[in-house]
C-alpha cells in the first residue's frame, strides 16, 4: 500500500513537471562556441514579460548596467557599466543572446556580468539565494524574447 | 572612461608633489597613489561623485549631521566610567582633537605589546582601552557611543592623508585583504574590483560608482539616516551582491579595511563625510 502510493506521488510528480513545459536544468545547459540554440523551456518566451524582467530592480536587473532606448520613456535611470543594447537582435543570433544572459561567463570569465542561469559556482551566497538560479528557465526566455525585439 | 583616466594621469603628473590635488577638467579631483604597487592610477575620493548640494552639507559643519555625533563623543571624552573609574581625557588629555592627533590617518594597524598585541581599527582600539583600561563595558559596533567616538579620532585628523602601513606584521593581512577584494561573492558573483576598479565613475542604474574608498569613514549616509562605518558599508555592499557578509568589527573586514584604506593612501580624511 505504502508502496504504491510512493509510485503514484513519483508518477504525479513527473507529470507535473512535464505538463508546464521539459526544462533544461541549469547543469544540463551546454554552451556550444557561444550558443545556447536550444530553448530553456518548451514555452516560447513572451517579449512583453521579458521587457518587464529586464527592468526590474530583483530580477533581471538588465538596466542597471545596459541603457536601451526601448525603455527610456517608462525608466529614469539606465546603467553604463556595459554597451547599451539598441540593435542587439541584428548582431547577436538567438542561441548567443541565449548563452550571454545564461552564463556570460563562459566567453567572458573576467565579466562583470552575472551568469543568470547557471548552477552553482558562487561564493558566499546569501542564505536565500543560494543554489538557486538568478532568472528561471522561463524568466530567461522571456528576456531572450524581448532581446529579439531590439533592432535598428 | 579610459578618456578621463588619461586625463587624470596627466595632470597628477603635472603637479609632481606626491599629495598634490589636481584640480581637473571634469571636475573630479585626484592624487596620484602612493605605493608603486597601487592598481589605481588615479586615487579620487568618493566625495568627486556626488552631486553638489552633498558635497556642500559634507563642507558646512552646521549642516553636517555628522557633526552631531562628534559633539556628543567630546562630551563624553571627559565622562569618567568603569571600574577604573576613568575618562578618555584623564590618560589622554583634556583636548580630544589635539590627544588624536595623527592616530586615526594610521589605522587599522597593530597596536598595544605582548598579549594584548592584535590588529585593531579605532573602534576596537577604543574598546581595548575601555575594557582593559578603565574596566568599562566594549561599546557596541554601528552604535552611537562607538561611531561617535571614532568618527572624533577620524576628524582630528581630517585634511590629512590616508597612511596605512602595509609591510611588516601587517602583510598577512594585506595579502588576505587583496585576495577578498579580487573574490567574486555573492549570488550576482561580483568582486569589489569589478565596480569599484573597473567601473568607478560610471553610472550602475542610478548609482554614480566611485573607487569605493574609505577615507571619509565613519560617514553619515543619507539612506541610512545616520552615521555608519566602513564595515557596514561593506556589508551592505556585499548584500547588494547578494553575499553573506563578513561579521563587523572581525578579522575578515579588517584585512578588507587595511586593503582598502591602503588604495586610499594619500587621500584627505574627510570624517564626518557626507555621502547619499
Given amino acids: 500500500m505504502k508502496l504504491r502510493h510512493a509510485v503514484a506521488v513519483a508518477i504525479f510528480c513527473g507529470l507535473a513537471s512535464g505538463a508546464g513545459a521539459a526544462e533544461i536544468a541549469p547543469g544540463d545547459v551546454k554552451i556550444v562556441e557561444g550558443a545556447l540554440d536550444t530553448p530553456l523551456t518548451e514555452k516560447a518566451g513572451d517579449p512583453e514579460t521579458g521587457r518587464a524582467i529586464f527592468a526590474n530592480r530583483k530580477q533581471g536587473n538588465c538596466l542597471a548596467c545596459h541603457m536601451v532606448t526601448d525603455l527610456l520613456d ?58 538557486k538560479t538568478i532568472l528561471s528557465a522561463q524568466q530567461v526566455e522571456d528576456v531572450v524574447a524581448y532581446l529579439q525585439t531590439l533592432k535598428e | 572612461m579610459k578618456r578621463v583616466i588619461s586625463i587624470l594621469a596627466g595632470a597628477a603628473m603635472l603637479t609632481g608633489a606626491s599629495y598634490a590635488v589636481a584640480e581637473l577638467a ?9 605605493s608603486e604597487d597601487s592598481p589605481l592610477t588615479e586615487v579620487i575620493s568618493g566625495y568627486e561623485f556626488r552631486i553638489k548640494s552633498t558635497q556642500e552639507t559634507q563642507d558646512d559643519d552646521f549642516e553636517n549631521p555628522g557633526m552631531l555625533l562628534l559633539d556628543q563623543a567630546a562630551d563624553q571624552w571627559s565622562v569618567a566610567e568603569g571600574s577604573a573609574e576613568k575618562s578618555c581625557a584623564d590618560c589622554h588629555g583634556d583636548d580630544p582633537l589635539e590627544a588624536m592627533q595623527g592616530v586615526g590617518s594610521t589605522y587599522p594597524k597593530f597596536t598595544e605589546k605582548g598579549d594584548h598585541r592584535a590588529f585593531r581599527n579605532i573602534e576596537n582600539q577604543i ?54 577584494y579580487y573574490t567574486r561573492y555573492g549570488q550576482l558573483d561580483m568582486s569589489c574590483a569589478h565596480c569599484h576598479e573597473d567601473n568607478y565613475g560610471n553610472y550602475i542604474r542610478a548609482d554614480h560608482l566611485s573607487q569605493g574608498q574609505t577615507n571619509g569613514f565613519p560617514t553619515y549616509r543619507m539612506k541610512w539616516q545616520g552615521v555608519g562605518s566602513t564595515h557596514r558599508r561593506f556589508k551592505g555592499c556585499m548584500k547588494n551582491i547578494r553575499a553573506e557578509p563578513f561579521k563587523v568589527g572581525e578579522d575578515d573586514f579588517l584585512a578588507l579595511e587595511l586593503y582598502t584604506s591602503w588604495r586610499g593612501n594619500g587621500l584627505p580624511i574627510e570624517t564626518p563625510a557626507v555621502r547619499n
Fill in chain 1, 74 to 131: 517608462t525608466e529614469q535611470f539606465h546603467g553604463e557599466v556595459g554597451p547599451a543594447l539598441d540593435g542587439v537582435a541584428d548582431v547577436y543570433s538567438v542561441g548567443e543572446l541565449r548563452a550571454r544572459i545564461v552564463n556570460p561567463k563562459s566567453e567572458l570569465p573576467d565579466t562583470i556580468m552575472p551568469s543568470f542561469y547557471r548552477a552553482g559556482g558562487t561564493n558566499r551566497s546569501a542564505e536565500k539565494f543560494a543554489g
Fill in chain 2, 26 to 34: 571634469d571636475g573630479y579631483k585626484a592624487v596620484e597613489p602612493t
Fill in chain 2, 127 to 180: 574598546n581595548h582601552c575601555r575594557t582593559e583600561r578603565m574596566g568599562a563595558k566594549a561599546w557596541k559596533y554601528d552604535k552611537p557611543d562607538l561611531l561617535g567616538m571614532t568618527v572624533l579620532v577620524r576628524h582630528a585628523d581630517r585634511g590629512e592623508p590616508v597612511n596605512v602601513v602595509v609591510d611588516g606584521d601587517a602583510e598577512a593581512l594585506f595579502e588576505r585583504g587583496k585576495e577578498m
